[in-house]
Protein backbone atom coordinates (compact mmCIF):
# COMPACT_ATOMS: atom_id res chain seq x y z
CA UNK A 1 0.00 0.00 0.00
CA UNK A 2 2.74 1.87 0.84
CA UNK A 3 4.07 1.90 -3.23
CA UNK A 4 0.55 3.02 -4.43
CA UNK A 5 0.73 6.01 -2.08
CA UNK A 6 3.90 6.68 -3.50
CA UNK A 7 2.59 6.56 -7.29
CA UNK A 8 2.89 10.14 -9.34
CA UNK A 9 -0.54 12.08 -9.39
CA UNK A 10 -1.89 10.19 -5.82
CA UNK A 11 -1.82 13.68 -4.39
CA UNK A 12 -4.45 14.78 -7.12
CA UNK A 13 -6.12 11.53 -6.60
CA UNK A 14 -7.03 12.05 -2.93
CA UNK A 15 -7.88 15.74 -3.20
CA UNK A 16 -10.26 14.71 -5.55
CA UNK A 17 -11.70 12.83 -3.44
CA UNK A 18 -12.01 15.04 -0.83
CA UNK A 19 -14.06 17.36 -3.30
CA UNK A 20 -15.86 14.62 -4.68
CA UNK A 21 -17.06 13.64 -1.57
CA UNK A 22 -18.34 15.94 -0.19
CA UNK A 23 -20.30 16.77 -3.35
CA UNK A 24 -21.64 13.15 -3.04
CA UNK A 25 -22.44 13.81 0.03
CA UNK A 26 -24.32 16.91 -0.36
CA UNK A 27 -26.15 16.49 -3.37
CA UNK A 28 -26.19 12.61 -3.35
CA UNK A 29 -24.22 12.78 -7.08
CA UNK A 30 -21.52 14.09 -9.03
CA UNK A 31 -18.77 11.90 -7.83
CA UNK A 32 -18.04 10.19 -11.16
CA UNK A 33 -18.25 13.56 -12.73
CA UNK A 34 -15.16 14.69 -10.64
CA UNK A 35 -13.24 11.62 -10.01
CA UNK A 36 -13.29 9.64 -13.49
CA UNK A 37 -11.08 12.18 -15.33
CA UNK A 38 -8.46 12.58 -12.63
CA UNK A 39 -8.18 8.81 -11.88
CA UNK A 40 -8.18 7.90 -15.29
CA UNK A 41 -5.15 10.49 -16.16
CA UNK A 42 -2.88 8.59 -13.27
CA UNK A 43 -3.85 4.98 -13.85
CA UNK A 44 -5.85 2.89 -16.71
CA UNK A 45 -9.14 3.22 -16.94
CA UNK A 46 -9.92 -0.36 -16.27
CA UNK A 47 -8.69 0.00 -12.96
CA UNK A 48 -10.03 3.53 -12.23
CA UNK A 49 -13.56 2.82 -13.36
CA UNK A 50 -14.02 -0.14 -10.83
CA UNK A 51 -11.42 1.76 -8.08
CA UNK A 52 -14.93 4.22 -7.71
CA UNK A 53 -17.26 1.62 -7.92
CA UNK A 54 -15.35 0.02 -4.58
CA UNK A 55 -14.86 2.81 -2.67
CA UNK A 56 -18.04 4.91 -3.80
CA UNK A 57 -19.88 1.59 -2.56
CA UNK A 58 -17.99 1.15 0.59
CA UNK A 59 -18.18 4.39 1.94
CA UNK A 60 -21.92 5.44 0.80
CA UNK A 61 -23.71 1.96 1.80
CA UNK A 62 -25.16 4.33 5.08
CA UNK A 63 -26.44 6.69 2.82
CA UNK A 64 -28.04 4.05 0.49
CA UNK A 65 -28.99 2.42 3.97
CA UNK A 66 -30.89 5.53 5.25
CA UNK A 67 -32.49 6.41 1.90
CA UNK A 68 -34.02 3.21 2.04
CA UNK A 69 -36.43 4.17 4.37
CA UNK A 70 -37.47 7.77 3.23
CA UNK A 71 -37.06 6.90 -0.81
CA UNK A 72 -40.27 6.25 -2.86
CA UNK A 73 -39.53 2.82 -3.94
CA UNK A 74 -42.44 2.63 -6.18
CA UNK A 75 -40.70 5.05 -8.36
CA UNK A 76 -37.00 3.36 -7.59
CA UNK A 77 -37.95 -0.33 -8.95
CA UNK A 78 -39.24 0.67 -12.14
CA UNK A 79 -37.06 3.22 -12.46
CA UNK A 80 -33.79 0.50 -11.76
CA UNK A 81 -35.50 -2.43 -13.70
CA UNK A 82 -35.66 0.26 -17.05
CA UNK A 83 -32.25 1.34 -16.61
CA UNK A 84 -30.88 -2.08 -16.29
CA UNK A 85 -32.46 -3.29 -19.38
CA UNK A 86 -31.80 -0.11 -21.75
CA UNK A 87 -27.99 -0.07 -20.73
CA UNK A 88 -27.39 -2.25 -24.17
CA UNK A 89 -29.12 0.22 -26.27
CA UNK A 90 -26.72 2.70 -24.97
CA UNK A 91 -23.97 0.57 -25.72
CA UNK A 92 -25.28 -0.12 -29.14
CA UNK A 93 -25.33 4.02 -29.86
CA UNK A 94 -21.82 4.38 -28.29
CA UNK A 95 -20.82 1.63 -31.09
CA UNK A 96 -22.52 2.97 -34.07
CA UNK A 97 -22.80 7.22 -33.38
CA UNK A 98 -20.28 9.21 -33.94
CA UNK A 99 -18.78 10.41 -31.02
CA UNK A 100 -19.26 14.14 -32.14
CA UNK A 101 -22.61 13.94 -32.51
CA UNK A 102 -23.52 11.98 -29.85
CA UNK A 103 -21.78 14.40 -27.29
CA UNK A 104 -23.51 17.59 -28.94
CA UNK A 105 -27.12 15.64 -28.66
CA UNK A 106 -26.90 14.64 -25.47
CA UNK A 107 -25.77 18.03 -24.07
CA UNK A 108 -28.01 20.12 -25.85
CA UNK A 109 -31.01 17.30 -24.85
CA UNK A 110 -29.78 18.02 -20.89
CA UNK A 111 -29.75 21.78 -21.43
CA UNK A 112 -32.59 22.39 -22.49
CA UNK A 113 -34.11 19.68 -19.56
CA UNK A 114 -32.41 21.83 -17.13
CA UNK A 115 -33.54 25.09 -18.70
CA UNK A 116 -37.35 24.20 -18.33
CA UNK A 117 -36.85 22.73 -14.78
CA UNK A 118 -35.15 25.62 -13.31
CA UNK A 119 -37.50 28.14 -14.92
CA UNK A 120 -40.01 26.53 -12.41
CA UNK A 121 -42.16 24.41 -14.15
CA UNK A 122 -43.17 21.19 -12.41
CA UNK A 123 -45.54 18.13 -13.20
CA UNK A 124 -47.91 18.14 -11.00
CA UNK A 125 -49.17 14.89 -8.69
CA UNK A 126 -47.14 11.85 -8.82
CA UNK A 127 -45.46 10.51 -11.64
CA UNK A 128 -46.88 7.99 -13.92
CA UNK A 129 -45.51 4.73 -14.37
CA UNK A 130 -45.00 5.51 -18.49
CA UNK A 131 -43.23 8.90 -17.29
CA UNK A 132 -40.87 6.71 -14.43
CA UNK A 133 -39.90 3.95 -17.00
CA UNK A 134 -38.99 6.44 -19.86
CA UNK A 135 -36.54 8.21 -17.61
CA UNK A 136 -34.90 5.20 -16.20
CA UNK A 137 -34.79 4.11 -19.85
CA UNK A 138 -33.30 7.32 -20.96
CA UNK A 139 -30.81 6.63 -17.61
CA UNK A 140 -29.49 3.81 -18.69
CA UNK A 141 -29.37 4.63 -22.29
CA UNK A 142 -27.56 7.59 -21.55
CA UNK A 143 -25.03 5.44 -18.95
CA UNK A 144 -23.82 2.51 -21.74
CA UNK A 145 -23.03 5.58 -24.72
CA UNK A 146 -21.30 7.87 -21.63
CA UNK A 147 -20.80 6.30 -18.26
CA UNK A 148 -22.83 9.24 -16.77
CA UNK A 149 -26.04 7.10 -15.70
CA UNK A 150 -27.60 10.10 -13.35
CA UNK A 151 -29.07 12.99 -15.58
CA UNK A 152 -32.18 11.76 -16.43
CA UNK A 153 -33.35 10.04 -13.42
CA UNK A 154 -31.90 13.73 -10.96
CA UNK A 155 -33.93 16.12 -13.16
CA UNK A 156 -36.67 13.81 -13.26
CA UNK A 157 -37.46 14.08 -9.49
CA UNK A 158 -35.99 17.62 -9.54
CA UNK A 159 -39.11 18.19 -11.93
CA UNK A 160 -41.44 16.98 -9.31
CA UNK A 161 -42.69 18.38 -5.99
CA UNK A 162 -40.75 16.34 -4.08
CA UNK A 163 -38.59 18.36 -1.19
CA UNK A 164 -34.99 17.97 -1.13
CA UNK A 165 -34.75 15.55 1.40
CA UNK A 166 -36.65 13.21 -0.69
CA UNK A 167 -34.88 13.70 -3.73
CA UNK A 168 -31.37 13.17 -2.32
CA UNK A 169 -33.18 9.96 -0.76
CA UNK A 170 -34.21 8.61 -3.83
CA UNK A 171 -30.95 9.51 -5.79
CA UNK A 172 -29.22 7.68 -2.82
CA UNK A 173 -31.28 4.89 -3.45
CA UNK A 174 -31.23 4.22 -7.04
CA UNK A 175 -27.40 4.97 -7.02
CA UNK A 176 -27.18 2.37 -4.32
CA UNK A 177 -28.85 -0.03 -6.26
CA UNK A 178 -27.10 0.72 -9.70
CA UNK A 179 -23.62 0.14 -7.65
CA UNK A 180 -24.61 -3.15 -6.63
CA UNK A 181 -25.66 -4.38 -10.05
CA UNK A 182 -22.64 -2.97 -11.21
CA UNK A 183 -20.72 -4.03 -8.53
CA UNK A 184 -21.68 -7.69 -10.02
CA UNK A 185 -21.09 -7.63 -13.13
CA UNK A 186 -17.37 -6.00 -12.82
CA UNK A 187 -16.89 -9.25 -10.31
CA UNK A 188 -17.93 -11.72 -12.64
CA UNK A 189 -15.71 -9.74 -15.40
CA UNK A 190 -12.88 -10.23 -13.25
CA UNK A 191 -12.14 -6.73 -12.84
CA UNK A 192 -11.38 -6.35 -8.85
CA UNK A 193 -7.67 -7.29 -8.86
CA UNK A 194 -4.94 -6.98 -5.45
CA UNK A 195 -4.57 -3.23 -6.65
CA UNK A 196 -7.83 -1.78 -6.64
CA UNK A 197 -8.54 -3.45 -3.27
CA UNK A 198 -5.32 -1.98 -2.18
CA UNK A 199 -5.52 1.38 -3.61
CA UNK A 200 -9.44 2.23 -2.15
CA UNK A 201 -7.85 0.89 1.74
CA UNK A 202 -5.99 3.99 1.01
CA UNK A 203 -8.45 5.94 -0.11
CA UNK A 204 -11.82 4.74 1.68
CA UNK A 205 -10.95 6.90 4.46
CA UNK A 206 -10.38 10.35 3.19
CA UNK A 207 -13.51 9.77 0.60
CA UNK A 208 -15.32 8.33 3.65
CA UNK A 209 -14.43 11.49 5.41
CA UNK A 210 -15.48 14.14 3.17
CA UNK A 211 -19.09 12.46 2.06
CA UNK A 212 -19.24 12.76 5.71
CA UNK A 213 -18.65 16.49 5.70
CA UNK A 214 -21.20 16.64 2.61
CA UNK A 215 -24.01 14.55 4.37
CA UNK A 216 -23.70 17.33 7.60
CA UNK A 217 -23.65 20.12 5.32
CA UNK A 218 -27.15 19.22 3.85
CA UNK A 219 -29.05 19.08 6.89
CA UNK A 220 -28.13 22.95 6.86
CA UNK A 221 -29.42 22.95 3.07
CA UNK A 222 -32.72 24.91 1.67
CA UNK A 223 -35.31 23.35 -0.21
CA UNK A 224 -34.24 26.04 -2.72
CA UNK A 225 -30.13 26.08 -2.39
CA UNK A 226 -29.87 22.27 -2.68
CA UNK A 227 -31.92 22.57 -6.22
CA UNK A 228 -29.78 25.68 -7.51
CA UNK A 229 -26.73 23.54 -6.34
CA UNK A 230 -28.18 20.36 -8.42
CA UNK A 231 -28.92 22.38 -11.27
CA UNK A 232 -25.55 23.77 -11.30
CA UNK A 233 -23.69 20.41 -11.25
CA UNK A 234 -26.29 19.02 -13.55
CA UNK A 235 -25.43 21.91 -16.51
CA UNK A 236 -21.46 21.50 -16.00
CA UNK A 237 -21.74 17.76 -16.62
CA UNK A 238 -24.11 18.25 -19.74
CA UNK A 239 -21.22 20.88 -21.11
CA UNK A 240 -18.12 18.93 -19.95
CA UNK A 241 -19.91 15.95 -21.75
CA UNK A 242 -19.25 17.75 -25.23
CA UNK A 243 -15.21 18.81 -24.74
CA UNK A 244 -14.58 15.42 -23.06
Do not use: K
Not at 151 to 166: D, E, H, R, T, Y
Amino acid sequence: MAAEAARPGFVWVAAGMIVAGVVRGLVGFGAAMILVPILSAVMNPVVAVPLLTVVDGLVTLPLFVAATRECRWREIVPLTIAAVAALPVGIAILVHVPTETLRLGISVTILGLVAVIASGWRYQGSPSLPLTLGAGAASGALGGATGMIGPPVILFWLGSQANAALVRANINAFFGLMILITTVAYWIGGLFTREIMAVSVLLAPIYGASVWVGARGFRHTSDLLYRRFAFALITLIAISSFFV
